[in-house]
Each structure stands twice: as structure tokens, then as C-alpha cells.
């Protein structure tokens, strides 16, 4: 690889086919020293039925866009170019520079495609897809194809053959920043380029000219290197092949004519020109106005746009005509967004808007007919009662006024909770919290969980069951028109872990006092639960939880009236391990 000071390379060689291209003039000393700021800012179309000159370029660096430029290390001085295939076949292509005095200089290109269109290469190549073909090195003689060798280095490839239609983008550079010139032309290949892109076809005319006088119709080609033939068209049935011709129109207006040219290789170009025929002595008067407004001319209102003349009865000369170019201004989308009629909540504000806003028009908003200071958006932040509306100006001067919104803002609702006694509460006790009463009211406590499993979390009063130590209670009010407000209590609860436990029962089968059991608390668990009598013999260990002793033995023996003992072990809901020993007196 050439040694070309490690400079960092754009690509900028591009040659686009694009299909159904707008006809382009080919200026290569213009438009090949224009340095682009994208790929087909500055591009040019070639063919290549002949040999291809121009002047390159100096003094400008590799621009800062980031393309793929595939195997060039830098690209000064770029100069892009696209070509559009018209007969299917391989083609090579020899590229050369040389600087004034003659002397061959380095010369890099890299190319892009096939694509479809103009637009499809130039998207493509901005978002930094690989180059097919690229050549870094520094010969002053670079070599490209299409379905033949070209390029060099890691740049060197035989790409497909290209099909009619197919657009190339190319960039060349010049390396060594010395003012000269870049040839290019065909040197393989059955392929052709279409050389119907370069249409350096100019028409014009001598007009405006009075009705009645010869207007000159001229035709002119930026092409030197072809011969051409022209075809003039025009209203009326006009015809001609001169590539000048004059034509007399005896009425005023404005008339279109078309020129053909016709190469000696048989590229055709065309090309308009329109004249204006004008009465005579036309007076041309230009007025502007808004849409809706009429303008009186000589006692006749007009409010369309366009062109009207007023004729005097003195006929001769061409000062008998005085022309009224009417311009009608539109007037300023004030379309307006969402609901007109809106209500908030006091210390909260909306949003009133226009559709869109439009470039050149200033706003202005109102509010009950008086100028809203500092609101000159087509949209306002809203946070007061009242009737809003915008007035839209454009730089022309022409005004018109939105719909009206009309704003409510709400009164929000007074959130109290009752005030909550300051004892603290055993874990899992159930509590009652209460908010004052309001008018149309909705009520809705938080966090959910506690007042689930009794009153659910919604209602003036409300109960919970509360187990963690301190609880912050929310409380949100709602009035009918959505506004809320808030408060907030704590809720503080205590494990309470004495469980309470008879000291006697009558086991008489009386459906009262058979059983003798612990008496939990909630967030109390029992985990053990064991009764011995005097003797230590062991008559009961918790067979039937949920009743308790019986005050029978194990084998069903009743035991007699006597003190026994017990021991209960269980948690709390502080989650600490408790014991008891006691004794209990059964009775019978």
C-alpha cells in the first residue's frame, strides 16, 4: 500500500444511475470543483461515448461525513459523478490525472451501485454501505469495471455485469493536491451508458413583447462534442427546425413552446420556454391580499387570484392595456385540538392548543378578549378560568382567530382524617380510622391490605387489621369533578405476647367449660401444648389443637378432680419463642 501520510480518506467518488432522471447539465469544470457536503450535493452525470475532461480540485480536505469508503485511507479534493447503463454488457473504464504542466499525479476513485434510482444510491451511500470497486494506489492511472477487473489492492474486484438501467456512483480524488485535470473514458467492454442524462439543452425567448411583434425563440447546448438537429413545438399548431426561429402571436397572454434537440447519435433532450405576449403598452399593476377580501379595480371587485386586464377605448400604441396581478394570501391554520370546553382542578393546568403550528405566522393568545402576556405559541399552558382564543398573523400580513376554549377550573376536595386514639395498639388488632364527611365524596384508603379482609380500603369509615409497628395511613378524597386531595395517620402497634390461659375447667360434657386451651391472641402460634398429672404422667400433648384437653387420659379414662399441670410453648408477633408453666384445676 501507497504511503500517503496516514490522512484519513472520504470516499467522494460516486456514479449514480438513476432512472427517469430530471435532465442535468453537464459543466465538469463547474461541478466537478463544488465541493459537496453529502455524496449528491454536487454530482454530475457522464457518459462515456467520448472522452471526458475536467478541471480537479484543490485545496479542500476530506470533508467530516462519515461514509464507507472502503480501501481509501483519505479523499481530498473529491469530485462525484453517476452513470445509468443503456445497453446490458461489461465496460472498463481508464482514469487519469495529470497536473498544468503535464506531469502524470496520483489519481483514487471508488465506486458504488447498482441501484435502481437516484435516490436509493444516494440513501444508500450516506448510510455507509461498502464501495464495489476502490483503488488507493499511487498510480496517475486507475483502472474501473463493471463485470471486468478493476481497482486495486483490497479494492480490486470484477463486479456483475450491469443491466440497462442500473445506476453507478462515483468519487475521484486528487491525493496530491495539484491543480490539473482528470480524464476518464470507455477503454472495454460491450456495456453502454446512457447518455440522455447529460442535457445541456437551453431554451429562452426574447419576451415579454407587445402582441403582434416577432418574439425570438432560442435554443442553445452546453454539448460541443455532438452535432444536433432541433424541433420547435408550440401553441397554435407552431412548428419549426431552425434552432432560432421567430413567431408573431396576436393576442396577449403567457404561451409555452418545447424544443427538441436531436443528437447525431440519436440522444434526444427537451427543454421549455414560456413568453408572455403582452397588450399593448401593458400596465402592470401588482396587489396582494387576504383570503376573504376583495380588491376594486376600475369598479370591479376581485378576490381571486390571477391576472386581469382593463382595456381603454384608445387601441393605438401599447399603452391601451393596464394589468391587475391579483395575489391572494391564505389566511393561518387555526385549527384547534381536543375538547373546546374544559374544567380542571385548582393548582393544576392544561394544555390549549392549535393543530399545528405554521412557518412565518406569529400568535397571540386571549384571554376573556384581553392579550395573554408572554403567550405567543400556538399552544398555552393554562391554569386560570375563562375563554381562551389565539390569533394567527402571517408575514403577510393575514389574520384570523381560533375557536374558543372555555375553561373551568374545579375546586378540590378537603382530605381530613378523624384523629386516631394514641394508644397503641396489640399486632393484629382491628381498628376503625374515619374521614370528616364531604359532599359527593369518594374515599379511598391506603395501602390496601389491612382493610381487605373486613371493609375493604374504600368508604368514609373504614376497619383495618394492622401488624407492622408504625403504619402510615393514606387517605384520598374525590370530589365529581375527579379533583383529590390527601392526608395521612399513623397507625402504631405493639406485640402483645402474654397469652391467657383458665385456671380451672369442668370436663362434664355441659357444652360449657369442657375444654381446657390456651386462649391465643392474634399474631400468637402455638407450638407446643402438654399436660402432666401429680404423678408426671403425661395425659395430654396437644392431640386435638383446636379443642384442647378433654380432661381425659390417653386411653379415654376420665381423670379425676384433682390439680394438674401444663406447659405451653408458642411465638408472638414479635417472632420471639414464649413458655408457660402453670397449673390448671379440673373440676367435675
Known sequence: MKNKN?????????????????????????????????????????????????????????????FNLGCLGSAPNQAWFYMQIATTGPMQFNISQNNTAGTPIDVDFAMWGPFTSMTQGCSQVSSNAAPI?????AAAVEQAGLGMPGGTGSGASTPPIPNAGEIYLIVITNFSN???????????????????????????????????????????????THTFDYLWTGPGGFTSTLQNPSVIINSPGVFTFTVRSISNENDTCNEQTTIEILATNLMP?????????????????????????????????????????????????????????LGICAGSSTKLSLITSEPNVTY?????????????????????????????????????????FNLTVNPNPVAKVQPLSNEIICAYDTMEVMADQGTNYEYRWSPEKPFRAITGAEGQKVKGVFIDPVTQVVLTVFNEFGCYDSDTALVQTKPCCEVLIPNAFSPNNDNKNDYFNPMLQNGQILLSFKVYDRFGKLVYDNESPKLGWNG?????????????????????????????????TLLR
Open 285 to 341: 399593476t401588482d396587489i396582494s391580499i387576504c383570503s376573504g377580501e376583495t380588491y376594486n379595480w376600475f369598479g370591479k371587485e376581485y378576490y381571486n387570484a390571477g391576472t386581469y386586464d382593463t382595456t381603454f377605448t384608445n387601441m393605438a400604441g401599447c399603452d391601451s392595456v393596464v394589468r391587475l396581478n391579483l395575489t391572494v394570501n391564505p389566511l393561518p391554520n387555526v385549527a384547534t385540538k381536543g375538547a373546546m370546553a
Open 133 to 137: 470497486q476502490c483503488s488507493y494506489s
Open 178 to 224: 495539484q491543480p490539473g485535470t482528470v480524464t476518464f473514458n470507455q477503454s472495454g467492454g460491450t456495456g453502454e451508458t446512457d447518455c440522455s442524462i447529460i442535457c445541456g439543452l437551453h431554451a429562452s425567448n426574447n419576451g415579454p413583447v407587445c402582441q403582434g411583434t416577432p418574439a425570438t425563440l432560442t435554443a442553445t447546448n452546453d454539448d460541443t
Open 6 to 66: 496516514n490522512t484519513p480518506i472520504l470516499s467522494k467518488w460516486h456514479v449514480l444511475l438513476t432512472c427517469c432522471f430530471a435532465v442535468v447539465s453537464l459543466l465538469f469544470s463547474n461541478k466537478a470543483n463544488a465541493q459537496a457536503a453529502g455524496p449528491c450535493d454536487s454530482i454530475s452525470p457522464f457518459c462515456t461515448d467520448d472522452t471526458t475532461t475536467y478541471t480537479n480540485q484543490t485545496g479542500v480536505p476530506t470533508p467530516p461525513f462519515n
Open 552 to 584: 381425659n387420659y390417653k386411653d379415654g379414662t376420665p381423670a379425676a378432680s384433682a390439680v394438674y399441670m401444663y406447659y405451653v410453648k408458642y411465638t408472638c408477633a414479635d417472632g420471639k419463642l414464649y413458655e408457660k408453666k402453670e397449673s390448671i
Open 364 to 404: 397571540q393568545w386571549m384571554r376573556d378578549g384581553y392579550p395573554v402576556s408572554g403567550q405567543t405559541n400556538y399552544f398555552i399552558e393554562a391554569s386560570e378560568a375563562g375563554r381562551y382564543k389565539v390569533v394567527a398573523t402571517t408575514n403577510k400580513g393575514c389574520t384570523k382567530t381560533s375557536a374558543e
